[in-house]
């Protein structure tokens, strides 16, 4: 695995190719729109789609959590897509994740779907707060367009940018860095995406699930 490191805020900050950000001074992985039970929603809707994306999500964390030793996560929002995700299955499978880490701090900053689905259990041991959320020089927020006193870190358009050659095109999620945000890939399994295109001021970083890399 191949990750970015960028300097941000004065803060030493790595674009991970697992859709995530690191920041390594506070052990905290940074998620955007993680989405729990978006699945479990289509199918309550009679939508026929795959089952198993909770513990996709929960094994990804997983794989972060020992890989970077991670004391906190920070959810960018939409970390429940909808009143669906209260099912007792996927209830179920986040405490039985939450019991392997009892240790880990989690935060959740609200996000659109958020405020509709309701807050996660309690059980689940997650600190809730509001957008903007500060910690240091970071302003930690679901939207991306928010006003903050920090430099704001933030998910809800699942940023993807499109590769294109004569012949083909392939669509991969992004990191867009700003001179005053960053916007964040989303990290579920089953959540699309929004082609972004690149504005002046950004650096656009894809990952392909191997490497980040900067697009030129």
């Not at 191949?2 to 859709?19: D, F, N, R, T």
């Not at 959740?108 to 959320?133: C, F, K, T, Y």
Request: charged fraction near 15%.
């Amino acid at each position: 695995m191949s990750a970015a490191h960028l300097v941000v805020a004065g803060e030493a900050l790595v674009l991970l190719p697992e859709k995530a950000l690191l920041w390594p001074r506070e052990k905290m992985l940074i998620i955007a729109d993680i989405h729990f039970g978006k699945a479990a929603s289509f199918r309550a809707a009679g939508v026929p789609v795959p089952r198993g994306t909770t513990s996709e999500n929960l094994a990804a964390l997983d794989v972060l959590i020992e890989a970077h030793d991670v004391a906190h996560i920070m959810f960018l929002g939409d970390f429940l897509h909808a009143r669906a995700a209260h099912a007792s299955a996927t209830v179920a499978a986040m405490l039985a994740w939450r019991a392997r880490h009892p240790r880990l701090a989690l935060t959740l900053v609200r996000g659109n779907h958020d405020r509709h689905a309701g807050d996660p259990a309690a059980s689940l041991q997650i600190a809730l707060v509001d957008e903007p959320h500060t910690i240091g020089p970071f302003a930690f927020c679901h939207h991306p367009d928010l006003d903050t006193a920090g430099y704001a870190l933030a998910g809800h358009i699942h940023p993807t940018f499109r590769l294109a050659t004569r012949f083909d095109s392939l669509r991969l999620p992004c990191f867009v860095v700003g001179g005053g945000r960053m916007i964040l890939p989303s990290f579920g399994a089953f959540t699309g995406g929004f082609q972004m295109t690149r504005a002046p001021g950004d650096a656009l970083y894809v990952s392909s699930g191997e490497a980040v890399h900067l697009v030129r």
